[in-house]
């Protein structure tokens, strides 16, 4: 691969700079009863280095997690799929046990880590937790019936233009690593996987040291702790053999014309941060002020959006003739080493220079022209968010389990407010002119896309 030059974004600078205007969005002077009163997390580490953690909560149901830091960059070229593959036998070889448990179960393999969760009514819990205890320690029993699910996935996923797209973007991004590889694997590759290589992979991967069990909603913390002690005995202890390579972001671009196609699926990022970086959430912050949009469910008019993305984005905003991109979705993903941070979009072919350059322009706007007062509205934003995501058992069981993966302890959203809070309009600043100003990028592009400028635009 041959290092392309950076996109010229400064070009924008002097046309934001025009831009002005004040937006007054006071964030409370202190965390209100349901932040200071959230319920804890009652945390402990088993001596195999198994984590468990419980947020317990009244009600009639809880949800169950297990996190293993096991997912597709542990693999290479030759064995991608086969952390996925072993999450699809896992689910297949305990169907019967699901059907009779009730509830909801269900998984999913991300880059970095293999997830099985379980919705259950609280008379389940134990029944919920030993049944995921035995899938992540499952031995492969119907390989070749769990590879012909998942080519069966892979065919279904191609129907999905964003999730194909943000494969392609994350090759461009991390060209010849595994963190570059799709998570699902390919044809090829899940066609080649051998009950032999799921077993190498799980006896290298799937460690209880590597492995985080987490409860959230009505359940007892003691007898969950000591459920998940006793269901997950069996996963192998300590920290596993696997490699995970680093990965290496590198500006590239990736387009696919097919001018048949109604719509332009186009995502545009650079490189983030990680998961322990202190810019996570300055990022975080710009990412709510820039907000998203979907043009088939918006109905604020453009005069009343709250941001200046979202006002130039709107296909009803004030100049006349103006379109502008049927969807609008902010990229951030943060793993171990770096991260992604961008913008996906969705727009008819006539519409993608011009909301190419509405999503520039508000980026750099981010590096020179972020008020207070767009801090402000930022920080009510991504506080918003963080309570919507966590008012449910679902939701405060992922968070808590991520984090005791991430960072080895529960994050309180107390904690997160005040770090929340403690961001000002410099170290705003400062974040988006070291993530975005003149600095090279990733982008992936399919269907009518002749309008889309070049790397060097």
Known sequence: HQQKQTMALRTLVSTASRRTGARAFASPATAPDYVLGAPEAVVSTTSSGLKIGCISKP?????????????????????????????????????????????????????????????????????????????????????????????????????????????????????????????????????SLSAQDVSNFVSNNVTSGR??????????????????????????????????????????????????????????????????????????????????????????????????????????????????????????ESYKDNGLFGIYYEANDNNVEESMFFNCYNLVRLVHHATDDDIEFAKVQLKSKLVQDLSTSSGLASDLAKNLSVYGRSVSLKEMFARIDAVDTDTFKATADKIINDKDHALAAAGPIHELPDYNW
């Open 59 to 191: 009600g009639d149901s809880a949800t169950i997690t297990a996190w293993v830091d096991a997912g597709s960059r542990y693999e290479t070229s030759k064995n991608n799929g086969v952390a996925h593959l072993f999450e699809t036998n896992a689910m297949s070889s305990k169907a019967s046990e699901i059907a009779a448990l009730g509830g909801q179960v269900s998984s999913y393999t991300s880059r970095e880590f293999i997830v099985f969760e379980a919705k259950v009514l609280k008379e389940n819990v134990a029944a919920a937790t030993k049944l995921l205890g035995e899938m992540v320690s499952t031995k492969p029993t119907d390989v070749d019936g769990a590879k012909a699910t998942l080519l069966a996935n892979l065919e279904s996923v191609r129907l999905n233009p964003e999730n194909v797209l943000m494969e392609h973007l994350h090759d461009a991004a991390y060209l010849d690593t595994a963190m570059g590889m799709s998570t699902m694997g390919t044809a090829e590759s899940v066609g």
């Open 211 to 332: 492995t985080v069990v987490a409860a959230a909603g009505a359940v007892n913390a003691d007898e969950f702790n000591k459920a998940a002690s006793e269901a997950f005995a069996n996963v192998s202890s300590g920290s596993g053999s696997g490699n995970m390579a680093p990965a290496m972001f590198t500006g590239s671009d990736k387009r696919m014309r097919f001018d048949s196609k109604k719509a332009a699926h186009i995502a545009l990022a650079f490189k983030g941060v990680s998961h322990d970086s202190s810019d996570m959430i300055p990022l975080a912050l710009m990412g709510a002020y820039l907000g998203e949009l979907n043009a088939n469910q918006n109905t604020i008019l453009a005069k009343n959006a709250t941001s200046w993305l979202r006002s130039d984005q709107s296909p009803n905003y004030s100049i006349p003739g103006a379109g502008g991109p049927n969807v609008l979705k902010i990229i951030n």
